[in-house]
């Protein structure tokens, strides 16, 4: 019985065709059935130009013309097009033309560098602001809560008809209403924000050579060239015309705010002699802290002292500076210049 099998079982394998040459077989014949069914739809169509499989003519590739058809268009597109430059406006996130990034050397914000990495500013990264946190650190006990402030502005008390639905009153000694003060976490640490050096010369008034070695001297000591403002107001008494410039201001910030305060705390201020320190009621209870220099000692700079017989000594001004903290109370920047080295003295005003 199982020889039986065996040769009827070589019998089939024998005649039996191998499914590759069955696949082929059936492909052929779908592919014959669907080239006839497609000739024959193709035949019942009109006869129509998109049926025909033809190329552009020469007359219609020699009339191509882009370039010539945009400079005979009367109509040009916005100016706005054609420039290279970003807009020096910003209309919007909508607008089909946004300017590019301030790191990208196109756009109008582009400020090179950093060049250099101040040794003030990785302390303050470093070491001040973890040392600001924990000084500045308020404890509260489990379970209790806050204190709640009164409410800032007052209301008006009274029977007269003119207190009712009247503005509320500013607080006691001012109408102004200083910046609120909040907990000092990693989020809002006090930093130094920019420096403003100004100078004003009454020599300028009968001689201009006075403001320009104000101006050089000004900007050998902040490395930033300096701004000219002109007199507003005439004063017959000190002999000031409208129109006159006199005074120069410089905006310090990033690197070169660093360095100028470094050189101002490391090299000029142990140089001075007597000097007690910034005043403690210095401040604008707004977190900026200002002080002053006499001529003598802004002649302690380096860049001045190296260079001292190029400029007139009758001629080195004094000077305002004036350092603006992200703080929001003198306290707060005072504690944050006393880390940086900058001493202060008498009753402090907060």
Request: charged letters at 25%; a positive charge.
């Amino acid at each position: 019985m199982a020889l039986l099998q065996e040769v009827t079982s070589s019998f089939l394998r024998r005649f039996r065709a191998p499914p590759a040459s069955l696949h082929r077989i059936w492909a052929s014949q779908c592919r014959h059935a669907s080239t006839e069914a497609v000739a024959q739809e193709t035949d019942e169509l009109e006869v129509s130009s998109f049926l025909q499989a033809e190329g552009p003519t020469q007359q219609a590739i020699e009339r191509f013309d882009p370039a010539g058809v945009a400079k005979r268009r009367n109509r040009r597109l916005p100016p706005s097009r054609y420039q290279f430059r970003s807009p020096r406006y910003y209309r919007g996130p909508l607008h089909p033309h946004q300017p590019p990034r301030p790191s990208e050397p196109s756009s109008r914000e582009f400020a090179p560098g950093p060049f250099s990495l101040p040794r003030l500013e990785q302390t303050y990264h470093d070491t001040l602001a973890s040392d600001y946190m924990v000084l500045a650190y308020a404890h509260l006990p489990p379970g209790q809560t806050a204190f709640k402030k009164g409410d800032r502005l007052r209301r008006w008390e009274g029977d007269s008809p003119y207190f009712k639905n009247r503005p509320l009153r500013g607080p006691r000694g001012g109408d102004t209403l200083r910046l609120l003060r909040k907990p000092v976490t990693f989020r809002n640490v006090p930093q130094l924000q920019r420096v403003t050096v100004h100078t004003m010369s009454s020599d300028a008034i009968n001689s201009g050579a006075a403001l320009h070695v104000s101006g050089m001297v000004l900007q050998a000591i902040t490395n930033v060239r300096a701004e000219a403002h002109e007199v507003k107001k005439s004063v017959a008494g000190f002999g000031v015309r409208a129109g006159m410039y006199l005074s120069l201001t410089c905006e310090l910030k990033g690197e070169d705010m660093y360095h100028f305060l470094s050189k101002l705390v490391d090299v000029v201020m142990p140089k001075m002699k007597d000097w007690p320190g910034v005043k403690g009621s210095s401040g604008d209870f707004s977190g900026n802290i200002a002080l002053g220099l006499k001529a003598d000692e802004v002649a302690l700079f380096p860049e001045v002292e190296v260079n001292y017989d190029m400029y007139p000594p009758k001629l080195i001004p004094g000077c305002h500076i004036t350092i603006h903290t992200t703080a929001t109370t003198d306290q707060d920047a005072r504690l944050l210049l006393t880390q940086i080295g900058i001493p202060f003295f008498g009753k402090l005003v907060n």
